[in-house]
């Protein structure tokens, strides 16, 4: 397993990437500090499953990660905005 932190837009992410878990398919784990929602996530966790191979094609995790969220940030129109609850 992978950890890397980064900054997105301001906001602190840590991946946990796995390789082939299962032997079948790569894994990602996207955690926020204080739950900030990303725009593949409102609770600022994601789990996510992809096709074996397909984050290495992009350059790993950290790369992967940040053309995943910059292309759902655009497709979106995910502003970073949180509103108030209360």
Same mark, same amino acid.
Request: aromatic content about 10%; charged content about 20%; overall charge negative.
């Given at each position: ?6 900054? &997105?837009? %301001? =906001?602190?992410?840590?991946?946990? $990437? +796995? ?7 790569? /894994?990602?784990?996207?955690? +926020?500090? !204080? #739950?900030?929602? @990303?725009?593949? +996530? *409102? ?8 096709? *074996?191979? +397909?984050?290495? /094609?992009?350059? %790993?995790? =950290?790369? $992967?990660? !940040?053309? &995943? @969220?910059? /292309?759902?940030? #655009?497709?979106?129109? &995910?502003?970073?905005?949180? @509103?108030? @609850? $209360?």
């Amino acid at each position: 397993m992978e950890k890397h932190t980064i900054i &997105w837009r %301001g =906001v602190e992410i840590e991946i946990s $990437f +796995t390789p082939e878990q299962f032997g079948m398919v790569d /894994h990602i784990e996207l955690r +926020t500090e !204080n #739950k900030t929602p @990303l725009p593949v +996530t *409102r609770t600022g966790y994601r789990s996510h499953f992809i096709d *074996r191979g +397909t984050v290495a /094609h992009h350059g %790993g995790a =950290v790369a $992967f990660v !940040n053309a &995943w @969220l910059d /292309h759902e940030a #655009k497709r979106t129109g &995910w502003s970073g905005a949180q @509103l108030s @609850l $209360f």
